[in-house]
């Protein structure tokens, strides 16, 4: 009987020791040789073609790693809602189509463009980064129990895929980043109501991806601080980041997404 008694404190030293020597889960993305990242989203992630900071920053952080980076954001995409004039349907896997019920109409799309399964599958895809939360936010608090599900639907989706042939891919959501007042030099609005709805919308991605163990880059917060503190405009109309909006975005991506790094395009944009 005196036997049994520490059989449970037993069990609890064994599993201990077996714990430590397990290394804590990197909160990063992994990059390994070869890897194939693909961009899905809306506009602050479409507009990075027009911007080269975020992939020259991550080739210059992994020079040797042969990377392949892919840009299929398009402004407007949602987690579900990915339309094209040349796809049959707007939905970007099975069942999207019952989280944008006021899109579902048939849009008559003719030809093939292929769907976004497709493409990450084309594309070998080991690693997606999801660009979310600005168009979404316009349905405002009414719209975030809907918004939930539909970012929840599309990682479980996502997490089910083997685009690369062998492994369900890494995912990162990044949030979209806060409204810009620039009132004072356009007619347009003050921004106030605008990050209202823009703070929902992080707090509700930053809630599933924890939920679902997904890194969740926070872009809205950091991006506030960078009005306050620089001078010049960092948006060309409050939503759409200028060409040094970009280069610090790129900084705060690749620091978030891969960590931090000595090889950087430069610390001004730190």
């Known amino acids: 009987m005196k036997f049994k008694s520490y059989i449970p404190d037993l069990c609890i030293l064994i599993f201990l020791i077996i714990t430590s020597f397990i290394p804590p889960k990197s909160k990063y993305l992994k990059i390994e040789k070869g890897s194939h990242i693909s961009m899905v989203g ?14 020259t920053e991550l080739y210059l952080r992994y020079p040797d790693s042969q990377l392949l980076v892919r840009n299929m954001c398009d402004g407007g995409d949602t987690p579900g809602f990915r339309p094209h004039s040349s796809r049959k349907t707007a939905w970007a896997f099975p069942g999207a189509e019952k989280f944008q019920t006021e899109y579902a109409n048939p849009s008559d799309g003719q030809g093939h463009f292929p769907y976004p399964d497709e493409w990450l599958t084309n594309l070998n895809t080991d690693i997606i980064i999801g660009f979310f939360g600005y168009s979404e936010s316009f349905k405002g608090a009414a719209g975030l129990t809907s918004f939930k599900a539909e970012l929840q639907a599309f990682i479980k989706h996502t997490f089910s895929q083997n685009y690369n042939g062998k492994t369900p891919p890494q995912l990162a959501i990044v949030s979209s980043i806060a409204f810009e007042d620039l009132s004072k030099k356009y007619d347009l609005p003050n921004g ?11 707090l509700a991605m930053k809630e599933i991806c924890q939920k679902n163990n997904v890194l969740f880059v926070d872009a809205f917060t950091p991006s506030k601080k960078w009005y306050a503190e620089n001078e010049e405009f960092l948006t060309i109309d409050g939503m759409q980041l200028n060409d040094l909006g970009y280069k610090k975005l790129s900084q705060l991506l690749n620091n978030e997404l891969f960590g931090k790094s000595n090889r950087t395009i430069g610390s001004e944009a730190e």
Request: proline share 0%; charged share 15%.
């Open 42 to 55: 809306g506009n602050l992630g479409s507009r990075m073609m027009n911007y080269n900071y975020f992939e």
């Open 192 to 202: 106030v109501k605008e990050n209202q709805n823009l703070s929902l919308y992080t």
